[in-house]
Structure formats: structure tokens, C-alpha cells
């Protein structure tokens, strides 16, 4: 490349080179150095014209350019070069350089790079001219050269204010603290430690409000963290509509500004809402009306933006909004459609910013024509032990007597007032009916659990019989289930078993022996010490042991089902575990689940047989061993469409006694069904025979046979045998 002129401006040279500098787009350059290998020069001395580095501003190509056909440049940002080297060996050939931070600038910031052009800065000047080596010399490294130091902007995302919400009818975002925390997004491409600078100012689109204005950076955080920013009680936002944006700073440059987040500081809390409601009155009975009714829910906070409530819920999780505009606290009408009993209705404000009103309106009304409500216990509560007793009817009324039964075609029994004592001191209650005060009874606890009141767990119904003296009306009816064991509670792994939290039982579980998908499980309770001595089953691994089968094609685990009332209003569907779960005759001949067990439907009666179908479609029957047995035993479990899958357990009752325990249990195959399995098993008894003995009759069958021990070995420290339990299983 040659440059410049050496006969007064008769021939002038200029040259045209271009680099890539795509990679430093959008950077801020701190230093660009341009290096041309000048080889030779018109002379040592530097006191002549410089050589020149202009941008080009416009296109051109190699082939076509020609001294009348040469692209435009701009002086803006020109560099100069005075060196000279190449003429003799008192200046040998070396680099020259030009600074082109200015060009490679422009080119950073958007401009189109056309390349440069060398030239003289006085072409009539002689002593100008020189000579570089272009990127087409043959010898390597001497080829021109630019060197660039950059510095990345630092970018911003995600730019925040906390704690803040969206009005989703407005569209507005309010923020409810005057110091409310900024955050944002801040990377550099370097990888350097970024900060980010938020700034907050008034929106501009409102007029007339107090002026506010802060800026202030956070803390430096890693490229790819988020900056935060606490705004100080001495800097506390203004009550106006403002705006925020934040931009990014590594310690040399400042990143762009994002755009702006419009928000408007809402931190005082609505007041309460008013309640009123259609045919229920505040504080007062009423006949149920025929459907749902309106009440209508308002605010004197002028920015309100809706209402939570809940029916019987203090913890109001429903929900009502202005969905016009969002603001306004406007009054909002919900439906409501009580059941009888007494009842709380409990409102909060929501205003524009969702600030929730500190304290709730609870509106209380009472539905039914006998006025009258059991408050507790609730419809379907649990209990272990205990319940808490409290009513609310007329305030005619002058007593109440609490009453239970064990499901719907039971007798109504006043609860053992043996079994009362007062809530607020624990003294006893000496009679019924105990006193109504401006319709409210003094608060009362059951030991439900006592022997005299329930000596033997499942559900029940309670309900409050209030009197004037002359008449009685009648609560609606509450079920509960009574549940010594707590088996719903949580439990904590202790060593090898589990410890209930509420009771404190420790429970440990163990498998026997499994196979063809079956498993013959037990389980002791330190609660239950003579577990596996239940109504109308043998102990088979001993009286600590509760004994099970459990198969896994079904997912069933069931073991029998017993009477749990001295009638035949109750029964209780016993798990492998020992843990129950009770049903109540109804009216109609079925039998209704307790709470919390709706999945389950049983159908048959105590003087047959029982069938469990679960909401899967599992069906398990169950079956007395013999007709003196205290229980039913299960006998099958199956699939609703499965061929093939049902398991069968035969039980029996050992000689002279009513009481039950599993023989064989047949396990489902596709080679024989358990029908042929189970005729081959009677046929095999019939005969005074083993069914393990006539191996080849109904070849593929699938059994757990359960042997008994028909002497005792154990004794003292030996281990062995005992009578009339399991001793193996085959």
C-alpha cells in the first residue's frame, strides 16, 4: 500500500483497507490501535506532512475504485501519523500507528464500517510518501493490525418494586410501603461485578402533586445477580404517581436506561366493610328461604376494590371484585345459600392497592324454623378423646340437652351427663337440660371416649335438644367419628416403627412372608396391647399382634368387618393394620361411611354377608366362617374388569371355637381361576388331606397356606412353637 507523493504532488498515491469489527457492537471502546508495517519512507526526517487514517462514508470495491472514482471519507475522527521508517538504517522499516478510538467508536455505535483511507495530509508535500505491507504480502506478519479495548455495557431485566401488585381492573401497580424494596437484573457481557442505579421521579402525566425525585445504587453483585435497593424512611416515597427505571453500572460505563414502571404508593388500610343481607337479618332467626339470597357488601374507603368473605370461614378465602375499574369501593353483592343453623358471615375490605382491612365484619344470623344450631362439633370432625359441646338458639329458650345416636335408625340418646363437665372450670354437670342464657348454653366438653358414652369407636350423630319449658326443637344434626387411635394424625419415624403425635402410640409393622403378590403382614400398637386378641379373631402371631393380607393386584388390605353396637345401627370395616373405619345403618338398608370415607360403599346386612366397593371399582366381600362367628372375614377381592384377579382367603374357625383365622389364600393367576383353586382346596379337606399334598390336582394354582402349631415348644429363653399360632407358612 503506498501513500503520500515524492515529486510534489505530479503522483499521489492513497490506499484503502478495511477491518471487521462486527464483534464490537454496542461496546464502548477505550483504546483502538491501527499498526501498517511501513517498509519505506521518503526520508528519516518526521517534521514533514502526517500520514493520515480517515473514515470512509460510503461503498466502495477494490476492482472498481480509481483516483476519479473513490469513496467518501469524513475528517471526524481523523488520526495522524508523523513516523517515517524504511529509508535507512537510521530508520529502519517498522510499525506505525494511528489512534482510531474515535472511528472504531462510531463504528460501535451504529455507523456502517466502510473501511479507512490512507492518505497524506499535504500531497504536494515530498517527503510524504510511504510504503506499507498489505494483508496480501507473501511473508507472514506483516499484515495491517488493529487493536481494540472495549468495555461492555453493563444490561438490565426483570427491574422490580416490592411488595407491589397489579390492579388487574385498573391496570395500575400499587405499592403498599413508602420504603419499598428495588430490585433488578444486572448483567455484564464481560462477566464483570455490575451495580444497578434505580431513579424514581414523578409520572408526568399528572399534574399538581408533590414533586419526589431519588436516585441511588445498589450494592455490586455478580453479572447475572439482582441488584437490590431499600429505599431509606429519610428518602420515603411521595404519595403521587411516580416512575422508576434502572440501568446498569460495572465501574466504568453506565448501561442504558430501561424503560419505565409507573406505579402509585397505596399504604393505609381500607376500613371494614358494612354487611347486609336479604331475609337473614344481623343477629336474628329466620325460616330457611327458598333459595339463595343477596347480601351486600360496601366500604366507606373510597379506593376499596372488592371483598373477601367466607361463610363459616374466618379465614375468608372467596373473593368478590369491582371489575369495572377496580377502585371506587363500590358495594358488591355475593349468594349466599345457608343451611339451618346459626351462622357467621366474615368480610374483609380489599382496596385498589390489595391492602386487606385489619379487622373483619362478621355478620351473624341463624336459619331454620326450629331456631336452632349445634356449634360444635363440627360436621365431620374427628376426635380421639374429646368434644367441645356449644349451641346457640332463640333466646326464648331456657335449657338444652345434647343428644347422640349411632346412625340414622338408631334411638336419640341423651349424652351420659355423667360424662359432661364445663368447659371453663372442668366441674361436673350434674343434670340435664343445663342452662340457656339469651339463647346461648355455657360451653360444654364430652370424654366421648368413656365406656359409659362410647365403648367402642366409629361414627355419630349429636345434635342440641333446646327447650322454653314447654316445647323442644332440635339442631341439625352434626356427624363425627370417634377415634381412639388417631389414625389420621401425623406421625414421626421412631428406631424401627412410628409414634402417633397426638396419642403417642408406637406402632411397629412387619412382613411375614409375601408372594404371588400377596402379603401376610403384622403389626403391634402400644396402645393396643392385646390387639390381636379382637373381637371374634384368633391371635395368630400372639395377643400384641394385629394380623393382615394384603394383595397387591387390588391394592387391598382389608382383614374383617364387626358389629360395634350392642344393635344393629353400627359395624366397623377392620384394615390389616388394626385401624377401622366406620358405617351406620340408614333408613333405606344401606350403610352410610363416616366422614372422610365417602369413597367407600358397603351394601349387605348382619344376618348375611357384606360387599365393599371402593371408588376404583374394587370389590371385596366378606363372610363369616361360620354361622356362630362374631365376625365377617374377607373372602374376596377383585377388580371391577379384570379377569383373573381375584384373590380369595379362606378362613376357618379351630375346633370348638367362634373365632376366626386365615387357612389358605389364593392368589390370582391366569392359569386356573380361583373358583377351580378353591374347589380343589374343599375337595382336598373334604378328604382329610393337606391341599399342599395332592400337588396334581388343578396344577397352577397360586396359595399361602397358613400352618398352626398344634403344641408349645417355646419355653423360658428357647424359642419355638406356641399352641393355635401360625408356626409357617407354606
Known amino acids: 500500500m503506498k501513500s503520500g507523493t515524492y515529486d510534489s504532488g505530479s503522483d499521489v498515491a492513497r490506499a484503502y483497507l478495511k477491518f471487521d469489527v462486527s464483534k464490537f457492537t454496542g461496546k464502548d471502546i477505550t483504546s483502538a490501535t491501527m499498526s501498517l508495517y511501513n517498509y519505506y519512507s521518503a526520508t528519516c526526517s518526521t517534521s514533514g506532512a502526517a500520514t493520515q487514517a480517515r473514515r470512509i462514508t460510503s461503498t466502495w470495491s477494490s476492482s472498481a475504485v480509481t483516483w476519479s472514482a473513490q469513496p467518501s471519507t469524513t475528517t471526524t475522527g481523523v488520526a495522524n501519523n508523523s513516523g517515517h521508517w524504511g529509508y535507512s538504517s537510521s530508520c529502519p522499516a517498522a510499525y506505525s500507528n494511528w489512534n482510531l478510538q474515535t472511528i472504531v467508536q462510531a463504528w460501535a455505535d451504529g455507523a456502517t464500517n466502510y473501511g479507512l483511507q490512507i492518505r497524506s495530509a499535504d500531497e504536494s508535500d515530498s517527503t510524504s510518501w510511504r510504503r506499507f505491507r498489505s494483508a496480501n504480502y507473501g511473508t507472514s506478519g506483516y499484515a495491517p493490525k488493529l487493536v481494540v479495548n472495549y468495555n461492555s455495557y453493563a444490561n438490565t431485566s426483570a427491574l422490580a418494586i416490592s411488595p407491589s401488585s397489579v390492579n388487574a381492573y385498573s391496570g395500575k401497580r400499587y405499592v403498599t410501603t413508602y420504603t419499598p424494596t428495588l430490585s433488578a437484573k444486572v448483567?455484564?457481557?464481560?462477566?464483570?461485578?455490575?451495580?444497578?442505579?434505580?431513579?424514581?421521579?414523578?409520572?408526568?402525566?399528572?399534574?399538581?402533586?408533590?414533586?419526589?425525585?431519588?436516585?441511588?445504587?445498589?450494592?455490586?453483585?455478580?453479572?447475572?445477580?439482582t441488584a437490590k435497593l431499600t429505599i431509606p424512611t429519610a428518602s420515603q416515597l411521595a404519595a403521587s404517581h411516580l416512575r422508576m427505571r434502572v440501568r446498569g453500572y460495572d465501574g466504568i460505563d453506565y448501561g442504558?436506561?430501561?424503560?419505565?414502571?409507573?406505579?402509585?404508593?397505596?399504604?393505609?388500610?381500607?376500613?371494614?366493610?358494612?354487611?347486609?343481607?336479604?331475609?337473614?337479618?344481623?343477629?336474628?332467626?329466620?325460616?330457611?328461604?327458598?333459595?339463595?339470597?343477596?347480601?351486600?357488601?360496601?366500604?366507606?374507603?373510597?379506593?376499596?376494590?372488592?371483598?373477601?368473605?367466607?361463610?363459616?370461614?374466618?379465614?375468608?378465602?372467596?373473593?368478590?371484585?369491582?371489575?369495572?375499574?377496580?377502585?371506587?369501593?363500590?358495594?358488591?353483592?355475593?349468594?349466599?345459600?345457608?343451611?339451618?343453623?346459626?351462622?357467621?358471615?366474615?368480610?374483609?375490605?380489599?382496596?385498589?392497592?390489595?391492602?386487606?382491612?385489619t379487622s373483619a365484619t362478621d355478620y351473624s344470623f341463624g336459619v331454620g324454623s326450629d331456631h336452632a344450631s349445634l356449634q360444635t362439633p363440627s360436621d365431620g370432625d374427628i376426635t380421639a378423646r374429646r368434644l367441645s359441646l356449644t349451641s346457640k338458639g332463640d333466646t326464648t329458650y331456657t335449657g338444652v340437652t345434647y343428644q347422640y345416636r349411632r346412625g340414622e335408625t338408631d334411638t336419640w340418646t341423651n349424652i351420659p351427663v355423667g360424662d359432661i363437665t364445663k368447659t371453663s372450670d372442668g366441674t361436673a354437670v350434674s343434670t340435664w337440660p343445663v342452662t340457656v342464657t339469651s339463647g346461648a348454653p355455657a360451653p360444654l366438653t364430652w370424654n366421648v371416649t368413656s365406656s359409659t358414652s362410647m365403648p367402642d369407636d366409629g361414627s355419630i350423630d349429636i345434635r342440641a335438644a333446646f327447650t322454653d319449658g314447654t316445647t323442644t326443637k332440635y339442631s341439625p344434626t352434626h356427624t363425627v367419628t370417634v377415634d381412639r387411635n388417631a389414625g389420621t394424625a401425623p406421625s414421626?419415624?421412631?428406631?424401627?416403627?412410628?409414634?402417633?403425635?397426638?396419642?403417642?402410640?408406637?406402632?411397629?409393622?412387619?412382613?411375614?412372608?409375601?408372594?404371588?403378590?400377596?402379603?401376610?403382614?403384622?403389626?403391634?400398637?402400644?396402645?393396643?396391647?392385646?390387639?390381636?386378641?379382637?373381637?371374634?379373631?384368633?391371635?395368630?402371631?400372639?395377643?400384641?399382634?394385629?394380623?393382615?393380607?394384603?394383595?397387591?393386584?387390588?391394592?387391598?388390605?382389608?382383614a374383617y368387618i364387626r358389629k360395634t353396637s350392642t344393635s344393629t345401627t353400627s359395624v366397623a370395616l377392620i384394615d390389616a393394620d388394626g385401624n377401622q373405619t366406620g358405617f351406620t345403618a340408614t333408613n333405606s338398608g344401606g350403610w352410610k361411611p363416616e366422614p372422610g370415607a365417602e369413597d367407600l360403599t358397603l351394601t349387605g346386612s348382619l344376618t348375611t354377608s357384606f360387599t365393599l366397593k371402593d371408588d376404583q371399582g374394587t370389590t371385596t366381600t366378606f363372610a363369616k366362617v361360620s354361622p356362630s362367628a362374631t365376625t365377617w372375614q374377607v373372602y374376596t377381592t377383585s377388580l371391577p374388569v379384570a379377569d383373573n384377579s381375584t384373590t380369595k382367603v379362606v378362613s376357618e374357625s379351630p375346633t370348638g371355637s367362634t373365632l376366626a383365622r386365615p387357612k389358605y389364600v389364593i392368589a390370582p393367576t391366569t392359569a386356573v381361576s380361583a373358583d377351580s383353586c378353591q374347589t380343589a382346596i374343599d375337595a382336598a379337606v373334604a378328604l382329610g388331606h393337606d391341599y399342599f399334598d395332592n400337588t396334581s390336582t388343578n396344577s397352577g394354582c397360586r396359595v399361602l397356606q397358613f400352618v398352626y402349631a398344634t403344641s408349645t415348644t417355646a419355653a423360658g429363653t428357647t424359642f419355638g412353637d406356641y399352641t393355635g399360632q401360625v408356626q409357617q407358612i407354606n
Not at 343477596?294 to 373473593?319: A, E, I, R, V
Open 187 to 225: 448483567t455484564d457481557a464481560d462477566g464483570s461485578t455490575v451495580k444497578g442505579q434505580f431513579e424514581i421521579t414523578n409520572d408526568p402525566s399528572y399534574s399538581g402533586e408533590t414533586s419526589y425525585s431519588y436516585t441511588a445504587t445498589s450494592a455490586s453483585v455478580s453479572s447475572g445477580g
Open 256 to 357: 442504558p436506561w430501561s424503560s419505565y414502571i409507573y406505579f402509585v404508593p397505596n399504604v393505609a388500610k381500607p376500613n371494614a366493610p358494612t354487611v347486609s343481607c336479604a331475609t337473614y337479618a344481623q343477629d336474628t332467626w329466620a325460616d330457611k328461604a327458598s333459595g339463595s339470597v343477596t347480601c351486600t357488601l360496601d366500604t366507606s374507603s373510597t379506593d376499596g376494590q372488592g371483598y373477601l368473605w367466607g361463610l363459616d370461614d374466618p379465614l375468608t378465602k372467596q373473593s368478590v371484585y369491582d371489575t369495572a375499574d377496580g377502585n371506587g369501593g363500590d358495594p358488591l353483592t355475593i349468594s349466599i345459600a345457608p343451611n339451618d343453623g346459626w351462622h357467621e358471615l366474615s368480610v374483609k375490605t380489599i382496596d385498589s392497592g390489595g391492602n386487606i382491612s
Open 492 to 558: 414421626e419415624s421412631v428406631g424401627p416403627g412410628a409414634v402417633n403425635d397426638l396419642t403417642g402410640d408406637f406402632t411397629l409393622s412387619a412382613t411375614d412372608a409375601s408372594g404371588f403378590g400377596l402379603s401376610v403382614t403384622r403389626t403391634a400398637s402400644s396402645r393396643r396391647p392385646t390387639a390381636g386378641s379382637a373381637a371374634g379373631q384368633v391371635a395368630i402371631f400372639g395377643p400384641q399382634w394385629t394380623s393382615g393380607v394384603s394383595a397387591e393386584v387390588t391394592d387391598s388390605d382389608w
